[in-house]
């Protein structure tokens, strides 16, 4: 199994424009989130998804938008990019069933920098 | 909503000393705090983690401990390793169906010196 997988792992973006952070898991998990993490900082919560075409929002929604049409992917779509979205993009997934209960499992991020 | 603050930010020991993370929670009602590592230019991955209705948990060289009454929890690292060398983080949520939406601590680095 490849786990957690997003895409692109580094990419500058310029004020204004819009990209979407891909994401995608291969463990039939039904629960995914997405996280920021600034420097310094611990992790926040974006965005999170229960299940395929369920979504909702976490602490710091604003600027952000996603989508969940299947149970394997998870995009992050930014419009209109602002410098304080600059930041280190994780995705996770998870389940509630067997002995992972409760464990986030991380993809390894994807760095923005909006100039 | 729930803030969880985490001290030391740094922690610098020689290998073979304990390690101590400590964490403290504001909402009363988060039942499920784990700890997880970043190593660099990793995701976090969940070392240990434990739930409201356990004072105690351990696995090898890593325990947690957690104090209801007080709000706040620890991680002890014993015999340390340079390996052992990351950033920490704590956190907490409600459990159950909202078992992944956590609120972070800041982080702690801990470097361990051979």
Known sequence: NAGVTQTPKFRILKIGQSMTLQCTQDMNHNYMY??????GMGLKLIYYSVGAGITDKGEVPNGYNVSRSTTEDFPLRLELAAPSQTSVYFCASSTLAGDYTG???FGEGSRLTVL | GENVEQHP???SVQEGDSAVIKCTYSDSASNYFPWYKQ???KGPQLIIDIRSNVGEKKDQRIAVTLNKTAK???LHITETQPEDSAVYFCAASKGGTSYGKLTFGQGTILTVHP
Do not use: A, I, M, V
């Open chain 1, 34 to 39: 997405w996280y920021r993490q600034d420097p």
């Open chain 1, 103 to 105: 464990e986030l499992f």
């Open chain 2, 9 to 11: 930010s740094t922690l």
């Open chain 2, 39 to 41: 190593e660099l230019g």
């Open chain 2, 72 to 74: 706040h929890f620890s």
